[in-house]
């Protein structure tokens, strides 16, 4: 069993930035692989970045290039750095733990309550 729980979101001009972070606690921390969601009004959750137990990275296209994933095992929290931030980032983050396979990551049943990123001019 391992926790969630979110922070670091808000309202936050076009082209602006914002850190979400992610503290695990229970189970060991460093054995998940991590990502990070997000799901709009009227929309499906989709992934946005991965971070694997070893430090590799995979991001969406949509974000490739403007977010940056990152994990820190000593304090058990994965962080998503958001830089140019659009409009249609808006969305609910949330940030999970799974398995990184042949390619592609599988969520596990652990889910945060989420973060609600806002951009608006």
């Known amino acids: 069993q391992v926790q969630l729980v979110e922070s670091g979101g808000g309202l936050v001009q076009p082209g602006g930035s914002l850190r979400l972070s992610c503290a695990a606690s229970?189970?060991?921390?460093?054995?998940?692989?991590m990502g990070w969601y997000r799901q709009a009004p009227g929309k499906q959750r989709e992934l946005v970045a991965v971070?694997?137990?070893?430090?590799?990275?995979k991001y969406a296209d949509s974000v490739k290039g403007r977010f940056t994933i990152s994990r820190d095992n000593a304090k058990n929290t994965v962080y998503l750095y958001m830089n140019s931030l659009k409009v249609e980032d808006t969305a609910v983050y949330y940030c999970?733990?799974?398995?990184?396979?042949?390619?592609?990551?599988?969520?596990?049943?652990?889910w945060g309550q989420g973060t609600q990123v806002t951009v608006s001019s």
């Open positions: 999970n733990a799974g398995g990184f396979f042949s390619g592609n990551y599988y969520p596990y049943d652990y």
């Open positions: 971070v694997t137990t070893s430090g590799s990275t």
């Open positions: 229970g189970s060991a921390f460093s054995i998940y692989d």
